[in-house]
């Protein structure tokens, strides 16, 4: 069990992963590492390239240095020095910002592992991540469909899901990463059931709630209209949602997603059950863009996540934003005051 990591301000330590080396990672991490707000939430570490990072601070001309980690957690830094922890044996070979490649999916998968290793010795007491590239990550022999999977391998967790939240809006997904012509055969009872119990996870562990309300999204427009817009609503999620009954879980019955999200906005639902990627990101997207942090509920560790992708078209400008980072430390820090683990990782 990973311990509490603080420092003497009870700030506590976080690894920031420095996600795609091609992409914006590096240098929304770089910003954030110069912003005094991220100084008051926690104790930074940097997982990732050294060299890449200190080229980044040098071309944004930023007033950070970086320094050795030490897991034992009794060194010092002075005034503008951030820790790095560099698990590549190499440095990385040239190239190029904007383009998905092995060499850079390789190096963002070991910033995840290395991550992992250090949470689960009780060296950093949580991660937030910044964003890696599917494509890159797959071209290195990673076949995941993103960090969530990833993580949930490293850390031998059964049962976990994504929840992003935004402004009102706290969202658990059903699906991913999933074309809409493969969706319905994946909406069975089964996975449905397991993110209503991962929402009501969310909500009562990560946000304090005793006993949460859950709207579920319906699949279909008019929530299937009985049938006559589909029967996903009847075969699929009305079963999912008596057996949360059963277990004591207050969820709605399947509503349809152009009133329910509204509804939760206004404070109707403490949480929403998304059916697919698309249906929770777009209203969390219109309602807090730049702001959403990604959550993965289930895992025996803190892991948080900013709410945008590599960014590969502005790669290497200078023009990234680095406002979601924070928020997502801001999530981060705030959970890992009163962590303790989830007991469903053992397989």
């Known amino acids: 069990m990973a311990r509490k990591v603080t420092t003497e301000f009870s700030r506590p330590v976080l690894g920031l992963t420095m996600g795609d080396p091609a992409g914006i990672g590096p240098e929304v991490i770089a910003k954030a590492l110069a912003d005094k707000a991220l100084a008051r939430l926690c104790r930074p570490v940097v997982i990732g390239s050294r060299p890449v990072m200190e080229r980044t601070i040098k071309w944004l001309d930023l007033p950070v240095q970086l320094v050795t980690f030490d897991p034992t957690g009794k060194a010092r830094l002075k005034p503008g020095q951030v820790a790095v922890a560099d698990p590549l044996e190499t440095p990385l070979p040239k190239f190029r910002m904007g383009v998905a490649a092995a060499v850079t999916g390789a190096a963002s998968i070991a910033c995840i592992k290395k991550a992992v290793e250090l949470a689960q010795a009780g060296s950093i007491g949580g991660i937030v991540t910044a964003p890696i590239n599917k494509e890159a990550m797959n071209m290195a022999g990673y076949q995941y469909p993103g960090h969530t999977e990833l993580l949930a391998d490293l850390t031998r967790t059964t049962e976990f899901g994504m929840m992003i939240v935004g402004g009102p809006l706290k969202i658990m997904f059903t699906t991913t990463h999933v074309a809409i012509n493969a969706l319905s055969p994946l909406l069975t009872t089964e996975r449905i059931s397991k993110a209503i119990r991962l929402a009501h996870l969310g909500l009562t562990k990560y946000f304090g709630i005793a006993r949460p309300r859950i709207g579920v999204a319906a699949l279909n427009p008019h929530a299937g209209e009985h ?57 969390l997207k219109l309602v807090a863009f730049g702001t959403c942090v990604n959550l993965t509920v289930g895992l025996p560790i803190i892991r948080t996540s900013v709410d945008h992708g590599t960014a590969y078209d502005i790669a290497g400008t200078g023009v990234a934003e680095h406002g979601s980072l924070l928020e997502a430390v801001k999530v981060a820090a705030r959970l890992a005051q009163s962590w303790s683990p989830v007991t469903n990782s053992s397989r």
Do not use: C, N
């Not at 589909?230 to 999620?237: A, D, P, R, V």
């Not at 019955?253 to 990627?277: E, S, W």
């Open 227 to 283: 049938g006559l817009f589909g029967h996903e609503e009847s075969t699929s999620i009305a079963p999912a949602v008596t057996l949360a009954r059963a277990a004591g879980i207050k969820a709605s019955d399947p509503l349809p997603a152009d009133t329910l999200f509204g509804k939760a906005a206004r404070g109707d639902y403490d949480g929403v059950v998304a059916m697919y990627h698309d249906q929770g990101l777009i209203p």
